[in-house]
C-alpha cells in the first residue's frame, strides 16, 4: 500500500481510526493478535538442552567423565558413581547461574526498550514501543526514535534523520499534505516517518501503517538481531587471569603427579587424583561467576531506579573521579514553578498577581497579554488528573502554560488565537518562536527565550494604556541578572505584529520576563558532599544564566570555597583545548554551554586523566554522553537518542540515585576480588595440602571423590554469597581505583598465597597428627577433610574485609551464613549417613576430634589477625 498517496481522512477510513480519538482497546487487542508485536526477528537463543551440555565441554571434565568410565570397568563403581555424581552436581551449579545470568539480562533489555507517545481512546499514554499496532495514533518529538512507519497526519517544523535507511545525511523536512505521484523512493515520502529513524526538530502526529518486520527496515535489511555475547573489561582480565592460573595449577598437579609415581604410588591413583585436583582448583568459573555478581548488582541497583543498559558500566562506575552534571530534574525537583514577574520596571511576586495585588504602573491587560501569548509560543501540554495539572512536554514551558491557566487564561488555540507557525527551542539560538493569528487576520510573531538573545532584539515595551515606549536594554540586563541571583531561571519574551514573510526578528516589544524556580532535592546536598568525601568532583552543566546556576550549587554544595569557578559559555568559547585542560579541573560550574562545549568539557577533563559520569537528557546531550565513560540518561524527562547513547538510566532522574549507584558500583568490584581472594586461597590450600603430603612421602591426604566434594561444597554457595554482601560503611570514604588496577593488586595475591599456605599446612598438620595417633589413614583423611572445609569456611568470614574479620559482623550477610552452613551440613551428611561413608570413605568424628578441626582450622584467620594488629 503506498499510503503517503493517500489523504489523511482516506488513511483513517481504510485503517478504522480517527487521529483525534486513536484505537479502541478491542481494535488493539484484535490487531496484536493478527499482526504480533512491533519487533525485529531475533535469532534463536540456545535451548536449555544446549545450556546444559555446555556445562560438560571442558576439556578436564570430559577426562574426568573418560577417567570414571575406566573406573567403572575397573569394577570401582563406588567411585565412578560418587564421581559422576559430584561433577552433575557443579554443572547444575554452573546451569543455573547462566540461566539467572541470561534472564537478568533479558529483563535488562525489556526495561531499556524504547518507548512512545500514543493516543488510544482519547488519551496519551507511554507505551513500550514493541506494542504498537497498526492503526495506532503515536506522538513523535524531538529525539524520539520512529517506533514504526506512519503516515504523519500533523507536523510542526518536523524534521527527520533518515540516514540509517537512505544514508543522506541532512534531516528531511516532513509534511502531512498526500503526494500525488505514486512509486516515490523512500527518501521522497516526504510525509511518511520510519521505523528506527531519528526525530532531530520540530513534533508531529502521524497513523502507524505498517510494524515489526513489514516496516521498510526490515523489509529492506531485514534486520536479523543476532544476539552476541559481548564481554566486560573485568571479565577479559579475569578470563586472562584465569588462564595463566590454569598453566600453574596445571603444572602443579603434574609436578604432584609425578612426584607421588616417583615416590611409587600406583599409576590410576595418581591420574585420577592428578584430574580430580585440577578439576577441582582450576578456576575456570571465574568469568561466569563476575557475569553473575555483575547481574545480582545489577538486580540490586534497579531496586535503587538505575537500570543499567551495559555491563561494563558497572565496573566503571568505580574508577568514577568526575560526575558532569545537568540542574534541572537532576540536581533539582524538575518542578517548576512561577514565582515572579517582571514588567515594566516592576517585580511581581506571582501570588501576588493571583490575588490581584498590582503595582500602579501595571494594567490587567498587560499581566494578560503576557501570559497569553506565554501560552501561546509553548510546546507543552497539560493534563488534569485528580484535580491537578500534569504537564506533556518541557517543565519550563509547562510551568509557564500553569501560570497562564492560574491567572484565567484557559484558551490558547481555536478560540482566539490559531497557530501558523512554531520554531521549536533551539539550544544554540536559546530561544524558540512562533506565529499566531488574531482576530481579523492580525498576525503576531511571538519570541521565547534566554534573556540574553530577547532583550537585544527588543526595541519598545508597552505601558499601561497599550503605547509603545522604548526599551531600556541596560536595565533589563540588570533585571534579569537580579532575578537570576535568586536562583530563578529567567524566561524573556517579546512579540511584535507582522504582514510579510520572511520575519525580521529585530524591533520587537518586550513583554516581561518570567522568574521560575525549581527547588533542590531533598538529601541531594549530602550526596554531593559523600561523592566529594570519595575524591568525586562534581561538576553542574547548564544551559542556566551564571547567576542562577551559582546560587543553587552554592545551595547544594558544588560550590563550596573560593577557589571553585564558574565558567559561562562565552568565556568556554574563547579558550583553545589546552587552555580548557588547565582549567577544568579547577571549574565546579559550566553555565550557558551548547553541546559542543559539553563534549568539549568531557574530553578536558578525560585528557586530565579522569574517568566521566556525564549526565543528560535531550538530544543534544547525547553526543557528550557517549563521548564520557559512563553516559548516563535521564529515565523521566530523558529522549530515546539520549537513552540509546548512555550505559545507564536514572529512573527517577535524581543526583541521590547516581551516588548511590557509585556507591553500589564500587561494592560490586571488591565482592569480585572478594571471591576471587576466596577461591584461589582455597585452591592454593587443596594444592599445598597434596603436594607437601607426597614430598614428605606420606599417603594421599584426599581421595579424588574428597577433593572433588571440598570443591562442591566450600567453592559454590560461600563464594556466590559473598558477591551478595552489601557495601561496607566506608566504601565512599575511599578514593576512586584506578581503571587499570589489577585484580591482585593492594596486596591480594599475597593473602591468597599466604593464607592459602596456611590453610594447607594446618590441614597437613591435622593429616599427619590423627594418621600417627591412630595409624587409620581412612580416620586421618576424614580429619584432613574436615579441617581444610572448616578451615576455608572460617576463611570466608575473613574475605568480607580487607582489614580484618572482626571488622564486620558476621550476620551482616544472612546468605553467606546460610552458605556456610549448608556447606557443613553437606559435610556433615558424608560423615555420619552410613551408606555416603562408603562412598567417601570417611568415619565418624567424635566432640574430641571437632576440637582438634576448629582449633587448627582457626589457624590461618587467627595469624591474619595477629599480624593485622602487628602492623597497626
Not at 57 to 73: C, E, G, R, S, W
Not at 180 to 193: K, L, S, V
Not at 370 to 385: H, I, P, S
Request: proline share 4%; net charge positive; aromatic share 6%.
Amino acid at each position: 500500500m503506498e499510503w503517503y498517496k493517500l489523504p489523511v481522512n482516506e488513511v483513517e477510513r481504510k485503517l478504522h481510526v480517527f487521529h483525534k480519538r486513536g484505537l479502541l482497546q478491542t481494535q488493539i487487542d484484535e490487531r496484536r493478535k493478527k499482526y504480533g508485536e512491533n519487533l525485529m526477528q531475533e535469532a534463536e537463543r540456545p535451548s536449555i538442552l544446549v545450556l546444559w551440555m555446555k556445562q560438560f565441554q571442558d576439556f578436564l571434565v570430559l577426562i574426568l567423565f573418560a577417567a570414571t568410565f575406566i573406573a567403572a570397568i575397573l569394577g570401582e563403581y563406588i567411585d565412578a558413581t560418587a564421581i559422576l555424581l559430584i561433577v552433575l552436581l557443579n554443572g547444575c551449579i554452573g546451569f543455573f547461574q547462566e540461566r539467572k545470568a541470561e534472564r537478568s539480562l533479558e529483563q535488562l533489555k525489556a526495561l531499556s526498550a524504547p518507548e512512545m507517545r500514543v493516543l488510544r481512546n482519547g488519551e496519551w499514554k507511554t507505551v513500550q514501543a514493541k506494542e504498537a499496532v497498526i492503526g495506532d495514533v503515536v506522538a513523535l518529538r524531538t529525539g524520539d526514535r520512529v517506533p514504526a512507519d506512519i503516515r504523519l497526519v500533523q507536523v510542526n517544523a518536523l524534521q527527520i534523520d533518515e540516514a540509517i535507511l537512505t544514508g543522506e545525511s541532512a534531516p528531511v523536512h516532513k509534511q502531512e499534505t498526500a503526494l500525488i505521484r505514486g512509486g516515490e523512493e523512500i527518501h521522497n515520502q516526504t510525509n511518511m516517518a520510519f521505523k528506527s529513524t531519528l526525530v532531530r526538530k520540530g513534533n508531529g502526529v502521524g497513523i502507524i501503517v505498517r510494524t515489526g518486520m513489514q516496516t521498510e527496515i526490515g523489509q529492506v535489511a531485514q534486520l536479523l538481531e543476532k544476539t552476541t555475547v559481548t564481554t566486560t573489561p573485568l571479565e577479559r582480565k579475569l578470563a586472562d587471569l584465569g588462564k595463566v592460573l590454569i598453566y600453574i595449577v596445571l603444572a602443579l598437579t603434574i609436578l604432584t603427579v609425578l612426584i607421588g609415581l616417583y615416590d611409587g604410588k600406583p599409576m590410576y591413583d595418581m591420574f585420577l587424583i592428578g584430574i580430580s585436583l585440577a578439576v577441582a582448583v582450576i578456576p575456570e568459573g571465574l568469568p561466569a561467576i563476575v557475569t553473575v555478581t555483575l547481574s545480582l548488582g545489577v538486580q540490586r541497583m534497579l531496586r535503587r531506579k538505575v537500570l543499567v543498559r551495559k555491563l561494563s558500566s558497572v565496573e566503571t562506575l568505580g574508577c568514577t573521579s568526575v560526575i558532569c552534571t545537568d540542574k534541572t530534574g537532576t540536581i533539582t525537583e524538575n518542578k517548576m514553578v512561577v514565582k515572579e514577574l517582571y514588567m515594566n520596571g516592576q517585580y511581581i511576586v506571582y501570588d501576588d498577581l493571583l490575588q490581584s495585588n498590582l503595582p500602579k504602573n501595571i494594567s490587567t491587560n498587560n499581566v494578560q497579554q503576557m501570559l497569553q501569548f506565554g501560552a501561546l509560543c509553548n510546546e507543552a501540554n497539560l493534563q488534569v488528573k485528580r484535580g491537578t495539572y500534569v504537564v506533556d512536554g518541557d517543565p519550563t514551558d509547562g510551568a509557564i502554560l500553569i501560570a497562564a491557566r492560574n491567572y484565567g487564561i484557559s484558551y490558547v488555540e481555536d478560540e482566539k488565537y490559531h497557530k501558523v507557525t512554531m520554531e521549536p527551542f533551539d539550544v544554540l539560538k536559546k530561544r524558540m518562536h512562533t506565529i499566531v493569528e488574531g482576530e481579523g487576520g492580525k498576525r503576531y510573531f511571538i519570541m521565547k527565550g534566554a534573556p540574553e538573545e530577547i532583550i537585544p532584539r527588543s526595541r519598545y515595551q508597552l505601558d499601561t494604556n497599550g503605547r509603545k515606549f522604548s526599551a531600556d536594554n541596560t536595565r533589563l540586563q540588570k533585571a534579569a541578572e537580579h532575578m537570576a541571583e535568586k536562583a530563578y531561571r529567567v524566561i524573556a519574551i517579546a512579540m511584535k505584529e507582522i504582514k510579510d514573510s520572511p520575519v525580521n526578528e529585530t524591533d520587537c516589544i518586550f513583554l516581561g520576563m518570567y522568574g521560575l524556580f525549581d527547588p533542590p532535592r531533598k538529601g541531594v546536598k549530602k550526596a554531593i558532599a559523600t561523592c566529594r568525601n570519595a575524591g568525586i568532583q562534581t561538576v553542574m552543566i547548564t544551559g542556566d544564566h551564571p547567576l542562577t546556576a551559582s546560587a543553587i550549587a552554592k545551595e547544594v554544595g558544588i560550590v563550596y570555597d573560593a577557589h571553585n569557578e564558574i565558567l559561562d559559555g562565552k568565556a568556554l568559547e574563547q579558550m583553545s583545548d589546552a587552555t580548557l585542560q588547565d582549567v577544568v579541573t579547577k571549574v565546579n560550574v559550566f553555565a550557558r554551554v551548547t553541546p559542543t562545549h559539553k563534549l568539549r568539557i568531557v574530553e578536558a577533563f578525560q585528557a586530565k586523566g579522569h574517568i566521566v559520569a556525564m549526565t543528560g537528557d535531550g538530544v543534544n546531550d547525547a553526543p557528550a554522553i557517549k563521548q564520557s565513560n559512563i553516559g548516563i540518561s535521564m529515565g523521566i524527562t530523558g529522549t530515546d537518542v539520549t537513552k540509546e547513547a548512555s550505559s545507564i538510566v536514572l529512573m527517577d532522574d535524581n543526583f541521590i540515585t547516581l551516588q548511590e549507584a557509585i556507591k553500589e558500583g564500587r561494592n560490586i568490584y571488591e565482592n569480585i576480588r572478594k571471591f576471587i581472594r576466596y577461591l584461589l586461597t582455597s585452591n592454593v590450600g587443596e594444592i599445598i595440602l597434596m603436594l607437601f603430603a607426597i614430598l614428605l612421602s606420606y599417603p594421599l591426604p584426599l581421595i579424588p571423590v574428597q577433593i572433588l566434594w571440598v570443591n562442591l561444597v566450600t567453592d559454590g554457595l560461600p563464594a556466590m554469597a559473598l558477591s551478595m554482601d552489601r557495601p561496607e560503611k566506608n566504601v565512599m570514604d575511599e578514593k576512586p581505583r584506578h581503571p587499570n588496577e589489577r585484580i591482585l593488586s593492594r596486596g591480594l595475591g599475597w593473602k591468597i598465597i599466604s593464607r592459602g599456605l596456611l590453610i594447607g599446612l594446618v590441614s597437613l598438620i591435622a593429616f599427619i597428627a590423627s594418621y600417627h595417633m591412630s595409624n587409620d589413614i581412612t580416620y586421618a583423611r576424614t580429619i584432613a577433610f574436615s579441617t581444610i572445609i572448616v578451615a576455608q569456611l572460617i576463611h570466608v568470614f575473613d574475605c568480607r574485609n580487607e582489614r580484618g574479620i572482626w571488622t564486620r559482623s558476621p550476620f551482616g550477610n544472612l546468605y553467606l551464613v546460610g552458605a556456610v552452613l549448608s556447606s557443613l551440613i553437606l559435610l556433615f551428611v558424608v560423615l555420619y549417613v552410613p551408606f555416603l561413608q562408603q562412598i567417601f570413605q570417611t568415619v565418624p568424628l567424635l566432640k574430641g576430634d571437632w576440637g582438634m578441626i576448629v582449633l587448627l582450622g582457626s589457624v590461618p584467620t587467627i595469624v591474619n589477625i595477629f599480624t593485622k594488629h602487628r602492623k597497626k
